[in-house]
């Protein structure tokens, strides 16, 4: 069962490319000629001129039959069919172009959207040039069993300058689609010799196939995935996608003053000494200085008059220990007393 796989990869990419690019001024040049000779700007002259040469029928005779009321059908290669089919088919191949090459610039036109596409696109040509070559037998004195006599013969029969400019055209649209048709052959090949699996490529899908597998049992042998539920095995990813990848690369938490709102009351109760954000606003703090700078720190006392030995908050006396409610002593958080 996992013998069988589809490779993504080109075996020649450079000459895959290289008809990518080669096709294109032919599909564009597909396109202008056989707009031009839509709907009907030379078939009929074309028909016309070979019936005159005794190469095929005449036209006339297809209009003589139809006023006399008898059935006398248009030749397929004289008929509107013939021209209209590969004006479309120029079309369509302009439009798959710009998808192949999109697809092929984004490094996904694998190998089997390369066969299948081609497929159609060499089927639509092969009926382009059985239409072109189709036989002109509705005259019994003049029938012709192969391809029109533009194709079979030089155009230098012509004496007229436009009628063979002309054969010309008609002649050059046969040409790009011969080579049309080619080159949808070739990448059809290439596609399928694409894949066909190497030894290598065979390796290396063996190899990803024994990686999933692994994996699979790895996440089946888990001891929380028979207890917890579904909704808790995502809680549980989801909680390990919120550690870091690499410990210390977080960012730093932000001070904690950072948070508080500022207001105009708020800046204002600051401003006269009365919030907490004075003491951060003091680099030289108690807070923020170190154990030795803090012990030998001189505390300035003021006693009010009469009152000699009274102790306040944060000050007292000289010769008195002073208590705070957080003493830092470099090991970390601060110890409360």
């Not at 196939?209 to 994996?215: R, S, T, V």
């Amino acid at each position: 069962m996992g013998r069988f796989f589809l490779p993504r990869k080109w075996r020649m990419p450079k000459l895959v490319f290289g008809l990518i690019i080669f096709e294109f001024p032919f599909t564009v040049a597909n396109l202008a000629l056989f707009g031009i000779a839509a709907p009907n700007t030379y078939r009929t002259i074309l028909w016309r001129v070979g019936g005159e040469m005794g190469f095929n029928s005449d036209p006339s005779q297809v209009a003589y039959a139809a006023y006399n009321y008898q059935k006398m059908e248009t030749p397929v290669v004289w008929s509107s069919l013939n021209t209209n089919y590969n004006m479309y088919v120029g079309v369509v191949c302009m439009f798959f172009y710009l998808i192949k090459f999109t697809l092929w610039l984004l490094h996904i036109f694998y190998p089997i959207l390369s066969l299948i596409l081609h497929i159609a696109l060499a089927a639509l040509w092969a009926a382009s040039l059985y239409l072109q070559t189709a036989p002109d037998t509705v005259d019994p004195a003049h029938q012709n069993k192969g391809a029109p006599w533009y194709i079979t013969k030089s155009c230098g029969i012509v004496s007229d300058k436009t009628e063979r400019g002309y054969c010309m055209q008609a002649k050059s649209a046969f040409a790009v689609s011969v080579i049309m048709l080619a080159t949808y052959a070739l990448l059809i090949v290439l596609s399928i010799w694409s894949l066909i699996p190497t030894p290598e490529a065979r390796a290396a899908h063996d190899t990803k196939l024994a990686e999933k597998k692994a994996e699979k049992e790895l996440y089946a042998s888990e001891p929380y995935d028979a207890e917890m539920t579904a909704e808790e095995q995502w809680q549980h990813m989801w909680e390990l996608q919120q550690l870091p990848r690499t410990p210390g690369t977080t960012a730093p938490a932000p001070a904690p003053w950072a948070k508080v709102p500022a207001t105009p009351r708020t800046t204002a109760f600051n401003q006269l000494h009365g919030g907490h954000q004075d003491i951060f606003a003091h680099p030289r703090s108690p807070i923020h200085a170190s154990p030795q700078q803090y012990q030998h720190q001189q505390q300035t006392y003021y006693p009010p008059p009469g009152q000699d030995g009274v102790g306040y908050a944060g000050v007292a006396p000289q010769g008195q220990q002073v208590y705070h409610d957080y003493v830092y002593d470099g090991n970390g958080k601060g110890t409360a007393m």
